[in-house]
């Protein structure tokens, strides 16, 4: 019969293993394991999760010479393009004379993207009081700017498909992409940093360079996935080793031929790195988001190892760890409801 302490021993092991390149001497950090620890602990009694079965370490990949990423980028034919009602939305509102109903007109041109949209503004992620059944509506409560922000990051999750399985399981990446911007938000609105739904939308496109490496270099992103494996290194430094380039590079500069804003770019640019951004505030939140989904809302699995936190990120902040658990509550029912909603259609 398995115990309590059983499952303490078993979730110490699992943890500690998650928080292999973590710096546990930083009180935000020995915060987090803190979390980790009775979370893990707890799903482990109930059952929710199951520790990982040890599997054989796949061979090292043969080294090769390193991609360029803009040779990448010229990749027309893998690549999409943005949608053109995100175009001519950005025109409407750049328009001084154009209004709220015209912004309404041009998302509700678009079936797919108005569903979408309708479908988040009534989940957990607003918890409006009323169900609210029209954009012209949705335009009203949430306001223009904010729901052309969220039109841009619904309209790039339909954009990527047939991603073979063995590179990326795509509900799992979005359920970590909406994790992060679940929290990348509450971030936000704890440290006072700015819009939330642009750090919902940042967060939400933080990895999309992963897909792009899926999409343009398949079998040189599979050698990476088989360096991290056999190294137990961080995936975006085993892109690093085994690509030239990681995904952060590739999604800032995808953004960046996509002409979307700076602040968002700066954001994805530098998730993982964000002392190295020239407004390293936005970057920092990416950075946070990301090391606390990957500790706390992993799913089912514990394999998603917590990136190192960097010191300037957290103090650009201006947070202190006893503000973590209130940036965390509540958040796993607003990821679970939102990935219901964009994905499922809310059935």
């Given at each position: 019969m398995t115990?309590?302490?059983?499952h303490h021993t078993t979730a110490q092991a699992l943890v500690d293993r998650q928080f292999a390149f973590a710096d546990l001497s930083h009180p935000a950090?020995?915060?987090?394991?803190?979390?980790?620890?009775?979370?893990?602990?707890e799903a482990l009694a109930s059952g929710?999760?199951?520790?990982?079965?040890?599997?054989?370490?796949?061979?090292?990949?043969?080294?090769?010479?390193?991609?360029?990423?803009?040779?990448?980028?010229?990749?027309?034919?893998?690549?999409?393009?943005?949608?053109?009602?995100?175009?001519?939305?950005?025109?409407?509102?750049?328009?001084?004379?154009?209004?709220?109903?015209?912004?309404?007109?041009?998302?509700?041109?678009?079936?797919?993207?108005?569903?979408?949209?309708?479908?988040?503004?009534n989940s957990a992620f607003y918890s409006f009081p009323s169900q609210i059944d029209t954009i012209s509506r949705a335009v009203a409560v949430v306001g223009t700017a904010q729901l052309s922000t969220l039109a841009l990051g619904t309209?790039?999750?339909?954009?990527?498909?047939?991603?073979?399985?063995?590179?990326?399981?795509?509900?799992?990446?979005?359920?970590?992409?909406?994790?992060?911007?679940?929290?990348?938000?509450?971030?936000?609105?704890r440290s006072a940093t700015g819009?939330?739904?642009?750090?919902?939308?940042?967060?939400?496109?933080?990895?999309?360079?992963?897909l792009a490496l899926c999409k343009v270099a398949p079998d040189r992103f599979g050698d990476a996935i088989a360096t991290a494996r056999a190294k137990g290194m961080l995936l975006y430094e085993a892109e690093r080793e085994a690509l030239g380039?990681?995904?952060?590079?590739?999604?800032?500069?995808?953004?960046?031929?996509?002409?979307?804003?700076?602040?968002?770019v700066n954001a994805v640019l530098y998730h993982h790195d964000p002392a190295r951004a020239s407004k390293p505030e936005a970057s920092a939140v990416i950075h946070l988001a990301d090391i606390l989904s990957c500790a706390l809302f992993h799913g089912h699995t514990t394999e998603r190892l917590v990136p190192p936190l960097s010191s300037e990120a957290w103090d650009a902040l201006r947070l202190s760890p006893d503000d973590l658990p209130a940036c965390v509550n509540g958040a796993q029912g607003q990821i679970d409801e939102t990935l219901h909603a964009l994905l499922h259609g809310g059935t």
């Open positions: 115990t309590q302490t059983d950090m020995a915060m987090l394991h803190s979390l980790a620890m009775t979370d893990t602990t929710a999760l199951t520790p990982p079965k040890p599997g054989n370490t796949p061979p090292l990949p043969e080294p090769q010479a390193p991609l360029n990423a803009i040779d990448l980028l010229r990749d027309e034919i893998s690549l999409p393009s943005l949608p053109s009602v995100y175009a001519e939305l950005q025109s409407v509102i750049a328009d001084t004379n154009s209004s709220a109903s015209d912004v309404a007109r041009v998302i509700s041109s678009d079936t797919s993207l108005t569903a979408f949209l309708l479908r988040l503004v309209s790039v999750m339909t954009m990527f498909t047939g991603i073979p399985e063995e590179l990326t399981n795509m509900e799992d990446f979005w359920r970590h992409s909406i994790s992060v911007g679940v929290l990348a938000r509450a971030i936000a609105v819009e939330p739904e642009r750090f919902f939308v940042a967060g939400l496109l933080h990895d999309v360079g992963r380039v990681d995904h952060a590079t590739l999604g800032g500069m995808l953004l960046r031929k996509w002409n979307l804003p700076f602040s968002l």
